[in-house]
C-alpha cells in the first residue's frame, strides 16, 4: 500500500512566522502535490513537481514556496504566514502510468493566529 | 478554463438505500481520466473509482458504479445499499497530463 505521512496533523502558528510542512512518500514516485482544502472551494492546487529540484506553479502559489531535495520528500514553505493561509493542506504523489490516482497524506491543518 | 461542478453541496441516504451524486466537468481534450474520491470526517482522501474518457462502458467497483456520458460531460457516481460507513465528502476530479482538477466536493449523510 501506498503511504503518504505529512509531518503534522495540526498545527497551529502566528502572523509572519516562516512555516514547514513536510510530506513523505514510500511508492518511489516521481510526482507530488500540494494542495488547500477550503470548505466550498474544494482542492487547490498550490504547487507540484515532477522530479527532484522540479517544481511547477498551481493555482494558487501566492504566499509559498516549494521544496524537493529528495524524491521521496516535499516540502510546503509559508515564507510569512498570514491568517488568510489558515487551512487544511493536503499532500499527494501519484506515479507516472496514466490511470494513476492521487495518493493522499492525512492532511495538516493550519491555523494562523 | 478546466472546471468540475458538483452541484450538490449536501446530501443523504437512508441506509441499504441507493443513491446518485452528480458531477459535470468543462474541458476541450479528448484524453483525459475521471475519478471520484471519498474523504471520512478527519480522515484521509482515498480513491472510490476511476474511469478512461475513452472507455464507453461504466466503471464499477463492488456498491459503486459511475454513469459516464462523454458528449454531455457528466460523471455521476452512484452508490447502491449504502452503509453508514459511506458518510463522507466525496470530490469528483479529472486528470490531463499531471494535473488534477477537482469540484467543490458533495457531503454525504447516511441515515440510519
Known amino acids: 500500500d501506498v503511504k503518504v505521512t505529512q509531518s503534522s496533523r495540526y498545527l497551529v502558528k502566528r502572523t509572519g512566522e516562516k512555516v514547514f510542512l513536510e510530506c513523505v512518500q514510500d511508492?518511489?514516485?516521481?510526482?507530488m502535490f500540494w494542495y488547500r482544502q477550503d470548505p466550498g472551494l474544494g482542492l487547490r492546487l498550490i504547487y507540484f513537481?515532477?522530479?527532484?529540484?522540479?517544481?511547477e506553479k498551481g493555482d494558487i502559489p501566492e504566499g509559498y514556496s516549494v521544496s524537493r531535495e529528495k524524491k521521496e520528500r516535499f516540502s510546503l514553505i509559508l515564507e510569512s504566514a498570514s491568517t488568510n493561509q489558515t487551512s487544511m493542506y493536503l499532500c499527494?504523489?501519484?506515479?507516472?502510468?496514466?490511470?494513476?490516482?492521487?495518493?493522499f497524506g492525512p492532511g495538516t491543518r493550519l491555523l494562523v493566529l | 478554463a478546466q472546471t468540475v461542478t458538483q452541484s450538490q453541496p449536501e446530501m443523504s441516504v437512508q441506509e441499504a438505500e441507493t443513491v446518485t451524486l452528480s458531477c459535470t466537468y468543462d474541458?476541450?481534450?479528448?484524453?483525459?481520466?475521471l475519478f471520484w474520491y471519498k474523504q471520512p470526517p478527519s480522515r484521509q482522501m482515498i480513491l472510490v473509482i476511476r474511469?478512461?474518457?475513452?472507455?464507453?462502458q461504466n466503471a464499477t467497483e463492488n456498491r459503486f458504479s459511475v454513469n459516464f456520458q462523454k458528449a454531455a460531460k457528466s460523471f455521476s457516481l452512484k452508490i447502491s445499499d449504502s452503509q453508514l460507513g459511506d458518510a463522507a465528502m466525496y470530490f469528483c476530479?479529472?486528470?490531463?497530463?499531471?494535473?488534477?482538477?477537482f469540484g467543490t466536493g458533495t457531503s454525504l449523510t447516511v441515515i440510519p
Open positions: 499527494a504523489s501519484r506515479g507516472t502510468y496514466s490511470l494513476e490516482a492521487q495518493y
Open positions: 511508492m518511489d514516485h516521481e510526482n
Open positions: 513537481s515532477y522530479d527532484v529540484k522540479m517544481k
Open positions: 474541458t476541450s481534450e479528448s484524453d483525459y481520466y
Open positions: 474511469q478512461e474518457a475513452y472507455k464507453q
Open positions: 476530479a479529472y486528470i490531463i497530463g499531471n494535473q488534477f482538477y
